[in-house]
């Protein structure tokens, strides 16, 4: 299984981030929860959100208000909407899939497998 995310190398502020994760050999309709995860410079690894295999979705209380995760079956991929973005929200953004049983974690090794991500600087 591989995952790979696609979007854009920078933001400005009060802009929507917006990244897409491209799933290859599993599909997203099984029984994992497909998730976004970020990391801050300096700070830990922060679970965003989730989209299970059924569509329903899971946001972190703290980012929920700004946050919107979908999915697209067809390309088998799922995409991360990040609005009113900060200079605070300069992250590496990941997508993954937490082992089976976990629903989320701050841990990468909760993860397998994960994308690199791609740094996502906000700044004007």
């Known amino acids: 299984v591989q995952l790979q995310e696609s979007g854009p190398g920078r933001v400005k502020p009060s802009q929507t981030l917006s990244l897409t994760c491209s799933v290859s050999g599993a599909s997203i309709t099984t029984d994992y929860f497909w998730t976004w995860i970020r990391q801050s410079p300096g700070k830990g690894l922060e679970w965003m959100g989730a989209i299970g295999n059924s569509g329903n979705t899971y946001y972190s209380p703290s980012l929920k208000s700004r946050t919107s995760i979908s999915r697209d079956t067809s390309n088998n991929q799922f995409t991360l909407n990040l609005t009113a973005v900060t200079p605070e929200d300069t992250a590496v953004y990941s997508c993954?899939?937490?082992?089976?049983?976990?629903?989320?974690?701050?841990?990468?090794?909760?993860?397998?497998?994960w994308g690199q991500g791609p740094p996502v600087p906000v700044s004007s």
């Open positions: 993954a899939r937490p082992r089976r049983g976990i629903f989320s974690s701050t841990y990468l090794d909760a993860f397998d497998p």
